[in-house]
């Protein structure tokens, strides 16, 4: 039997990247599960029927979580769906990239809708669903603990709004049984920031471990966290970034 048997999750932009392998993961750990997409539908439809062909249960389902109406209508789907609502990771994200007299004020409203209004709303709609021992699961960045080069200011800035967030939801939840954790990837091999790219050797360097984490590192990590050995952590930051803060 695996870690999360009997529970339904919901993994905001699950069509790839560290979305798709958390819902992979989860899947085959006994979880039924819904992920969201906005672009991408054929790869989302790629990640349920690869979770189908293994025997696992799972839905795709379209949001813009730039929009907050959308947000909330996808949670509520999500739990009729799965028949219930155990376990949020909310992923959806987006890399902006300049340095501070580029951004315009729209990039900062798109960047901050996407990376912390859209988490709040879910939140809020999922709080109709989920009961004790449910967990709420954020992905932020090892760049709230270390901004390393020019041009992430904007980005840093988003994903730290999601540890504030997380310390209080803790407090807020902890009464009801419900956990909040932030995970905060490091250099990630994905579509976002491929392994082989350009700058890919420097950001390499600054690990202690001289390699990119696979999208696998990270889902197994949130995995730990939704299943029993994260009924006790909650109000907390974990980094896996393969030592670059260290």
Do not use: W
């Not at 579509?191 to 696998?216: C, F, H, I, K, Q």
């Amino acid at each position: 039997m695996g870690s999360l048997e009997g529970k339904s999750v919901l993994v905001t932009g699950g069509s790839r990247g560290i979305g798709a392998a958390i819902a992979t993961r989860a899947a085959a750990e006994g979880a039924a599960v819904a992920l969201t997409y906005n672009n991408s539908p054929d790869r989302a439809k790629e990640v349920v029927r690869a979770i189908e062909a293994s025997g696992g249960k799972a839905f795709a389902l379209h949001a813009d979580v730039a929009d907050p109406s959308s947000v909330s209508t996808v949670v509520d789907q999500a739990a009729d769906c799965l028949g219930g609502l155990d376990i949020l990771v909310n992923n959806a994200g987006i890399f902006p990239y300049g340095t501070i007299d580029e951004f315009t004020l729209e990039d900062y409203e798109n960047t901050m809708a996407i990376h912390a209004r859209s988490v709040f709303v879910a939140v809020q709609a999922a709080l109709h669903h989920i009961g004790e021992g449910g967990r709420i699961i954020s992905i932020g960045s090892s760049l709230v603990e270390r901004v390393p080069v020019q041009g992430i200011s904007l980005y840093a800035m988003s994903k730290s709004a999601l540890t504030g967030f997380t310390k209080g939801l803790a407090r807020d939840l902890g009464p009801r049984g419900i956990t909040a954790t932030v995970v905060h990837p490091g250099s990630t091999d994905t579509e976002m920031n491929p392994a082989d790219s350009e700058g890919a050797d420097e950001e390499r360097a600054l690990t202690a471990l001289g390699r990119y984490a696979a999208a696998t590192d990270i889902a197994a990590t949130v995995v730990h966290l939704s299943g029993p050995g994260g009924a006790y952590i909650t109000g907390t930051s974990i980094t896996v970034d393969g030592g670059v803060t260290a």
